[in-house]
Structures are given as C-alpha cells and as structure tokens.
C-alpha cells in the first residue's frame, strides 16, 4: 500500500501528516524592531555564495508574530490549536548576484507544525516562549493601534530570556521597514546519513509571499535589549541603534519557491 502525507508520519491516508502540502495561509500581527549592529556580525551569519547587503549592511530586524495559519481547506480554523502559534525571529539582508534578499538567520516557534514548515521552507526554527501584547479596540486591557499604542513582547528559550522589547507608536508609516521586504534567501541542508558523507540536500532557495495583503502600518519608539544564553547566539548581533519600530496586521499566502544554487 502507498504512503500519503507532504511529510512525516506518512501512513495510509496521510491524516497523521505534520503539515498538509502548500498553500499555507497566514493572518497575523507582527511587532517589529529595526536597529543597527557591527556589519562583521552579520557576515558571520551568511555562507558562501551570499555576501553583505550593499548599504545598510548591519541592519538587522527582529520580528514578533503572532500567527492563525491554515491550508486551503480552512478546517484547522475550527480546531484553535492546529492554526494558532506565536514566533520571534531576526532577519538582515545580503546579496546574491547583484540582488538584495532578505534571510531569516534565528528564528523561535512554540509549535512543531511550525518548525516542519520551516524544514521545507529552509528557516532555522527552534523551540521557544514567545509573547506580544495584543492590541484591542474595546476596554482598558489591550492598547490600540493608534497614536500612543504600547506594545510589550519577549522571547525565551531553554528557559532563559533572549530579547525583551516596548514599543511605543507614534503614526502611521508607508511602510513595515525595510529589512524584512526583499524575496528571502534560505538555505535548505540535510547531513547524510553516513558518517562523512556529502549532504543529503544543500541547496540555496529563493522564496516569499505568493500573495500579499494588509492593514495600516504604525511606526514608533522602540527599547530593545537582547540576553546571552548558554545554548543561543542572538546577542551577539548586539544592539548598536535603534532605526524604527513598526506595527502591522497582515494576510499573507506561501506556495514554493525555486531553487537558486
């Protein structure tokens, strides 16, 4: 008998699967900070081929999401703890041949269907705690999202924090920053199976949003600090300036990507 499933466990009806086949549907709330570190930091993070961004080369953004998901048939919608997740992640920018890309280089969720869309998808995602204020347009429990609108959000892993940041929004912005808003360059690596042997699967991909869509985004006032850990290497794309702070609900749709090495 065949084997269904996009991924492992594999079993006779694929329904055991820990995530269906693309598309995936995101709604979300992302929190975003952009600063500045040390260029050479960032170049530790980035193999061959790729190479520093051209300006801007220690620009770093670190991202809180919060996150309802879903495939096309929506039905994890109506089972919360299927589609719900929360995660935290760095981005910076570099080149490939002439091109910016944007590359996800740490990256925590606090869900297993997240971290294997991330096997897929070549995001290095790691188990963490991960938490952001929610915003509300009723009560005095949850800020708005307007002028004033102050949003905490932590990040944790084997049970030490890593970054803590508050942000404060001033008005609106054209945009979500610019860190995070080129094509992403991923690595996709898998060891082989013997000892010494060559990489089962190393490849360097191009991927982003087949669709796009979403609310007004605020900019604001930001205070990060990041913590060493014993077991993770955040803090070392130390926080040298803060560039902005950014608020933004969006849609987004993923469905491949190709293949660039």
Known sequence: MDVRGFLHPRTATGRSSLIPSPPWHYSGDLLTVEYRTDPARVAELLPAPLSLADEDPGAVALIWADWQSCSS?????LDPV???????????RCSFEGRTYSRCV????DKDFAIARGLHQGYPKKLGSIHQTRPHPFGAAAPRIAEGGRFGATLAAADRRLAEAVVTLREPSETNGFVNGHPMAHHRYLPSIETGGAPALDELIESGASSFEAGPAWRGDADLRLFDSPTEELAALHVDEIIGAYYRQVGVVWNGGRKLT
């Open 73 to 77: 048939s929506g039905e994890e919608l």
């Open 82 to 92: 299927r589609s719900q997740y929360k995660e935290c992640f760095a981005v910076v």
């Open 106 to 109: 740490y990256i925590w969720v």
